[in-house]
């Protein structure tokens, strides 16, 4: 089965034709620049067998960009999908796994749309585009938010009145889910542990996004993101977490403009407003060595972004307890060594020793750079979420082909 990955952002498009159950891509790519015209044409980068072309045409939606990713697959009979894995950020309370997409489960998903406004709405205009289009093509709908279904009640549950949780949906969601139940998985088979025993802290620490999460015995029960993706760390425009006043603080500052304060907090804040220079943690850790006050400044963004980290990973370890591991991964997980040696400083309490040069050379992945004798491994993974999309979405339609609904054996 050729499962071909659809992940949809604001502008954009990625995607991945995947065969499976192998797991070899055999094509991929991303649409740019969907939606109405800017200062650069929109492209399409398409890559088979690691030679990539662009393409410069004109996509005034992500369904016109789907049908320019098929017209391109369609061109080689080899690189024929079979199945549609989309990637939705948000599943709201409804989707606790994969789903098969049908017009329930779109009616269903409809509402999501105000709780991920810049991916879910494009993501289910695909879904409905697809269905229309291509109809005998399967689709699957696999959440972000699905791996953190299993988050304990008292850990989800904000301390709200019951109209607002409950009418509302106002509740702990959890994100990175994909990505963070990848690593997981991949954690467990570097250790040679089922996974249903699995006890770790994921730490997906992305050049943009970032959250750790909590795994015991295979599940997730904690997550820094909640109802959306703003709390928790220290992102790169996020502030994370802030005290509830300060939002209200800027309502009142920004004369009552809701998405006034949207934009400060999600795309003004965080390392780039710490910083002034730039929202990359990367950039940031160059010019922390410099004379004068713009390196304080520097440090200090640093040493927040660090903090924040620290205090969770702490928590998370003492939530989990007897962790097996400590998994960094994505851009600055697995790139930045300087972040996973401060991060696990003084960590033996909790069992972690680092070996620096180890650290150091880790570039080629997955990795352990704990010590020989360190009870809590430290391993680095390169997440690969198309690749987990991939696995649910094929996952899905076995399990429809094998239901007696579908006319399969029980």
């Known amino acids: 089965m050729n499962v071909l990955v659809l992940n949809c952002g604001s502008s954009s498009l990625k995607y991945r034709l995947i065969a499976m159950p192998e797991e070899r891509e055999l094509a991929g790519g991303e649409a740019q620049r969907i939606g109405p015209k800017t200062a650069e044409p929109a492209r399409l980068l398409h890559r088979v067998e690691g030679r990539e072309c662009s393409v410069q045409v004109d996509m005034a939606d992500h369904a016109a960009a789907f049908e320019q990713v098929m017209r391109l697959l369609d061109a080689a009979p080899r690189l024929h999908a079979d199945a549609l894995g989309h990637r939705v ?3 709201g309370g409804a989707f606790g796994q ?16 105000e709780m991920a406004p810049l991916h879910n709405p494009p993501a289910i205009r695909l879904m409905e585009a697809c269905a229309a289009r291509y109809p005998a093509l399967p689709q699957v709908a696999v959440f972000d938010t699905a791996f953190h279904a299993t988050i304990p009640e008292p850990a989800r549950t904000y301390a709200l009145p019951r109209s607002l949780r409950e009418g509302l949906g ?38 943009g996004g970032a959250s750790l999460c909590a795994v015991r015995d295979g599940r997730s029960i904690e997550n820094t993101m909640g109802y959306s993706p703003l709390q928790g760390l220290v992102m790169s425009t996020r502030s994370g977490d802030l005290d509830p006043a300060v939002a209200l603080r800027l309502l009142n500052g920004l004369m009552g403009d809701p998405e006034a304060v949207d934009r400060r907090l999600n795309k003004q804040s965080g390392v780039l407003a710490l910083s002034g220079f730039s929202a990359d943690i990367r950039d940031v850790l160059t010019r922390t060595n410099e004379p004068g006050a713009e390196a304080d400044r520097m440090r200090l963004a640093c ?14 370890l003492t939530l989990v307890g ?43 992945l997955p990795t352990d750079v704990a010590t ?31 239901s007696p609904a579908a006319g399969g054996n029980a």
């Not at 990175?176 to 542990?193: N, P």
């Not at 960590?347 to 150091?360: P, Q, T, W």
């Open 89 to 91: 950020v948000h599943g």
């Open 98 to 113: 994969a789903t098969r997409v049908d017009g329930p489960v779109l009616e269903q998903l409809a509402p999501t749309a």
């Open 170 to 207: 106002v509740r702990k969601y959890g994100f990175h889910g994909t990505s963070h139940r990848f690593v997981a998985e991949e954690a467990a088979r570097i250790l040679d542990k089922p996974f249903g025993k699995l006890n770790a802290v994921s730490c997906h620490l992305g050049s």
């Open 303 to 316: 040493d927040v972004y660090l903090w924040r980290i620290r205090k969770y990973l702490g928590a998370y």
């Open 322 to 364: 007897g962790a097996d591991a400590v998994i960094f991964t994505d851009t600055i997980g697995e790139g930045v060594p300087f972040v996973r040696a401060t991060v696990c400083a003084d960590m033996g309490v909790f069992g972690l020793e680092l070996d620096g040069a180890r650290n150091r050379a880790a570039d080629r």
């Open 372 to 402: 020989d004798d360190s009870p809590v491994r430290i391993l680095v993974v390169a997440t690969n979420e198309e690749l987990a999309i991939a696995r649910e979405t094929h996952a899905a339609l076995d399990c429809a082909a094998a």
